[in-house]
T-cell receptor, first 114, second 114 residues
Framework: AQSVSQHNHHVILSEAASLELGCNYSYGGTVNLFWYVQYPGQHLQLLLKYFSGDPLVKGIKGFEAEFIKSKFSFNLRKPSVQWSDTAEYFCAVNGRNAGNMLTFGGGTRLMVKP | EAQVTQNPRYLITVTGKKLTVTCSQNMNHEYMSWYRQDPGLGLRQIYYSMNVEVTDKGDVPEGYKVSRKEKRNFPLILESPSPNQTSLYFC?????????????FGDGTRLSIL
């Protein structure tokens, strides 16, 4: 079975601060990894994804994430956050042998103070 | 415009009164899925469908039914709703069920069961 853990439930930052949100997964095989963002009152949107190749993936809006296989981690980063980044962020994993079953972490609510 | 459409967006009802939440996608996607989102638990998959007439249970299928008679539609049925099914529900679709396809989400349906 696959599972995802996001350790930070709430993060508060000031504008221009750097961001790193933790994501650890559990699965005994090859994985596809995703970060989704949910802005207030909206549906989830894909930020970035990792399937294979370069473990450092770049997504939309200046976000990036690094897959570290030895640590089962896929942390999300942004060098300088903006007020408009206030949202909830979800890490998700799909084990390659799990069909298209996507398992989400509990989410991290980010608030950026202007 | 490519989209996943859910109806209704909001519903307040009483225990035991059957309800259906509709989901329709216009992208000719093979894969469709239902999730519920609860605070601190992220999104949990209820049911998914790899194609027409093919449905499978996700992590939390109890109390729910689905059908996939047409490719574009994937309704979620609560035969006898109970208060613990009060939640925010999302329908999602992706091109195929191969796991690496990102999912497109609807705007959500907020259900309150009294």
């Amino acid at each position: 079975a696959q599972s995802v853990s996001q350790h930070n439930h709430h993060v508060i930052l000031s504008e221009a601060a750097s961001l790193e949100l933790g994501c650890n997964y559990s699965y005994g095989g090859t994985v596809n990894l995703f970060w989704y963002v949910q802005y207030p009152g909206q549906h989830l949107q894909l930020l970035l994804k990792y399937f294979s190749g370069d473990p450092l993936v770049k997504g939309i809006k200046g976000f990036e994430a690094e897959f570290i296989k030895s640590k089962f981690s896929f942390n999300l980063r942004k060098p300088s956050v903006q007020w408009s980044d206030t949202a909830e962020y979800f890490c998700a994993v799909n084990g390659r042998n799990a069909g298209n079953m996507l398992t989400f972490g509990g989410g991290t609510r980010l608030m950026v103070k202007p | 415009e490519a989209q996943v459409t859910q109806n209704p967006r909001y519903l307040i009802t009483v225990t035991g009164k059957k309800l259906t939440v509709t989901c329709s996608q216009n992208m000719n996607h093979e894969y469709m899925s239902w999730y519920r989102q609860d605070p601190g638990l992220g999104l949990r998959q209820i049911y998914y469908s790899m194609n027409v007439e093919v449905t499978d249970k996700g992590d939390v299928p109890e109390g729910y039914k689905v059908s996939r008679k047409e490719k574009r539609n994937f309704p979620l049925i609560l035969e006898s709703p109970s208060p613990n099914q009060t939640s925010l529900y999302f329908c999602a679709s992706s091109l195929s069920g191969t796991g690496h396809q990102p999912q497109h989400f609807g705007d959500g349906t907020r259900l309150s069961i009294l």
